[in-house]
């Protein structure tokens, strides 16, 4: 009978071995495909919450209970999808499918985890656009938006206490936070900002900027992937090359077949480029880009407007799958309001399953790509500092969409202010939404205060909408 270790080929780290070719024949599995698949399709359907409910789900069915990998190893693999553009969940299933089964094990892994929240929000996604002018859509869409602000103020709480544990991390999470919301510095610039400074900071003062980690392993049988051990997918340029090749064609092809049909100018086009863009610079999770995906999808290309924004989050927020399949809904509705020559639900659907594709391809190619470079570090300060750097930047950023959502679900009008340097959008405070401001408060209440899941609160919030709605009050 194999071990652990004989059927993942792997190696102890230092020790040598062949390295297959990146058309050899796939190594054997850890597990039997088909019941990993079966795993993978369970955890799919359970993946709500966020980041971190997705990784504890994860946690728990990989880890405490199969036994598939070790506490460490899955740590390891966080690490690295922590360090990535883009959702870090998704990525750790593709991470951890690709130990299990190889190449095709990541692939399955990485498409089932989004596949449920791709199908809900799609169809969600019409509901809106054909139900979302009836007073009772309306209201429950509207109790739903200011639900959003205390379910970002948690984010920001959460991130905040984990990431910001001395004063210069804090001025990290200031600096961020003033540099977007007053000053109006281009989200990439600040992300790239804060990696450098962190570098920068652990030259000279490194305890700032690392912190280390003790973890107790769970008690059970030894893990089928033991945390000494490293996969046998070594790396290589034939690799590197072979995988960078079809990665970039799976990613652009489709996008130059639309911009071929319909024009470079067309909104499938414009969508599809736009979200290629974004899918690089979505470090630290979904809230972190949604407010330079906001500005430029409502005030740029006028896909939508802020209102839609805030109600698609909310959506979002229900279904399961990474929170960032919130622009599969900013495309639909763009799309639809922008149909060219095709009809409008045609359009949409056209443009939600685009811009999914170029949002989660990039996912697979940076951990196909790089997980095998990444099993061979442990340790690497340099990259943690950057990555805490990231990190603290985060909880400023997520606090500036807090507040973006905050004056467009609260307020019925705004105003920008634009005066040197400044770039600043302020409500107009004669236009305050009691009601709005009511369930929110509510919300808090009981996100905070009594500890509900975000899907508890979202079901009070559309139901306070409703009542408010058809009660007719003022506000809604």
Known sequence: MLTPADRIRATTPGQDTDAPSATAAPA???????????????????????PAGQIAVMQRHLVDERRWIGQRRFLHALNYCMLLPGPEAQQLAIYVGWLLNGVRGGLVAGTLFVLPGLVALLFLSAIYVRFGDTTAVTAVFAGLAPAVVAIVAQAVWRVGTRALTNPTLIGFAGAAFVALAVFGVPFPVVIAAAAAAGWALHRRHPHLV???????????????????????????????????TI???????????????TGIDSVYTQQGLFFSGTAV????????????????????????????MVRGLALAETTPGPLIMVVQFVAFLGAYHHPGVLTPW???????????????????????????????????????????????????????????????????????????????????LDTVRPVPIAIAVIAAALIFGLKWSVLRVL??????????????????
Do not use: M
Not at 414 to 424: D, K, M, N, S
């Open 459 to 476: 079901g009070v919030a559309a139901a306070l909408g409703l009542v408010a709605g058809l009660s007719g009050l003022p506000g809604i």
């Open 346 to 428: 045609a359009a949409g659907v056209l443009a939600s399953l685009l811009t999914t594709w170029v949002t989660f391809v990039p996912c697979f190619l940076f951990i196909l790509l790089g997980a095998p470079y990444v099993e061979r570090l442990r340790g690497n300060h340099t990259l943690s500092a950057a990555l805490t750097g990231i990190t603290a930047a985060v909880v400023g950023v997520i606090a500036n969409l807090g507040l973006y959502f905050a004056v467009h679900a609260l307020f019925r009008s705004t105003r920008a202010v634009t005066a040197g340097p400044l770039h600043l959008q302020l409500p107009e």
């Open 210 to 244: 690392t912190t280390g980690h003790a973890h107790r392993e769970n008690d059970g049988p030894p893990p089928l992937i033991p945390d000494h051990a490293l996969h046998h997918e070594r790396p290589s340029a034939r690799r590197t090359t072979t995988i960078l």
């Open 281 to 308: 610079v979505t470090f630290g999770g979904a809230y972190a880009v949604l407010a330079y995906v906001a500005q430029r999808a409502v005030e740029h290309y006028a896909w939508l407007s802020a209102n839609d």
């Open 247 to 261: 990665g970039l064609l799976a990613w652009f092809l489709p996008v130059a077949v639309v911009a071929a049909t």
């Open 28 to 50: 054997t599995d850890v597990v039997p495909f088909g019941q990993a698949v079966k795993a993978w399709f369970t955890i799919s359907l359970q993946t709500f919450g966020g």
